[in-house]
């Protein structure tokens, strides 16, 4: 049994151990990491808070760094999918999934508008900075087409206006991206 301290995010059929307490339960799910490595490809990091005795497990991600304009699809982050693209030479990852009712954003559009690279969720319209993750349109439509009754009926569903999740990304000498949650 896992102890109640643990928090265990499912993502499909994916576990991840998003927090440990102290280093001895560390020492306890060492064969439950060294598992979901091995079966899920991600990496366990650990890190010490400044001033604080707990230990914080982060999940670091890899793919293939995408071309210009193309994307890669890391289906296992800590909140659903993980898009990662480039854009004008640089490479952005933010989560793949709307805040407004789940939905994927695996296929949004992405566009440069302004010189601010963005992501569209292709439901109901709504859109995302990739640099800061800052949503800078909230439920104006659906399915690409702006439309203010759809956008009021569908504005009362859900969850309120937010941000996406944007994450750190190093690139590797083999044209492999490591992609971190930001501290």
């Not at 956008?151 to 999740?165: A, F, H, L, P, Y």
């Amino acid at each position: 049994m896992i102890p109640s301290n643990y928090i265990i995010q499912k993502l499909s059929s994916t576990y991840l151990l998003g927090l440990l307490s102290d280093n001895m339960m560390i020492e306890r799910t060492a064969f439950v990491i060294a598992l979901a490595s091995a079966v899920h490809g991600f990496t366990p990091i650990t890190t010490a808070p400044p001033h604080s005795s707990s230990t914080r497990l982060q999940v670091a991600m890899s793919c293939p760094a995408p071309e210009e304009g193309e994307r890669e699809i890391i289906d296992y982050g800590p909140n659903g999918p993980v898009l990662v693209t480039k854009i004008s030479g640089v490479y952005y990852a933010v989560d793949a999934k709307c805040p407004h009712l789940g939905l994927p954003m695996k296929k949004g559009k992405i566009s440069n508008e302004d010189g601010v690279p963005t992501l569209s969720c292709n439901f109901h319209n709504s859109c995302f900075e990739l640099a800061s993750g800052r949503c800078t349109k909230w439920v104006t439509g659906a399915l690409g087409v702006e439309n203010g009754f759809i956008s009021g009926i569908m504005g009362n569903v859900g969850n309120e206006k937010q941000d996406i999740m944007t994450y750190d990304i190093r690139v590797e000498g083999d044209d492999t991206l490591t992609i971190t949650s930001k501290d």
